[in-house]
């Protein structure tokens, strides 16, 4: 297969796809095994300081108490309290919590300031 043209200095030839050479097999089952750990899926889980998690309740209780503070806020226009009345009546926890699983407070006031963000101007 190979002649003097080919392999000028007649060395011997091994080819890269040989199972039967060590030096091959090595790099290939390391390689293999970086692929394994890599395909292994860890789903990455963060917690603000170990805060609990809110239940049912204190989003019930946390929401009525954040509408009624920007309604405080925005007391003299009948138009923004309007909108956050519609906001409290249409609310459903268990929609909100499904949307947004595994809480704790400060994740609420962020997900609430940005639903209502819109309401208020």
Do not use: A, C, W
């Not at 917690?47 to 998690?53: E, F, M, N, Q, T």
């Not at 699983?101 to 006031?109: E, I, Q, V």
Request: no cysteine; hydrophobic share 25%; proline share 4%.
């Amino acid at each position: 297969m190979f002649n003097s043209v080919n392999n000028p200095f007649n060395k011997r030839i091994e080819s890269s796809t040989s199972s039967d050479s060590n030096k091959h097999q090595k790099p290939r089952e390391q390689k293999q095994e970086e692929k394994k750990y890599l395909e292994q899926e860890e789903q990455d889980e963060v917690k603000i300081g170990g805060l609990p998690l809110l239940t049912e309740e204190e989003i019930v209780m946390m929401t009525n108490s954040y509408i009624n503070n920007l309604k405080n806020e925005h007391e003299g226009n009948k138009k923004i309290i309007d909108r956050l009345d519609k906001y409290l009546e249409k609310f459903d926890v268990q929609k909100f919590m499904k949307k947004n699983p595994n809480m704790t407070s400060p994740d609420f006031y962020m997900v609430m300031y940005n639903e209502t963000e819109g309401l208020i101007k």
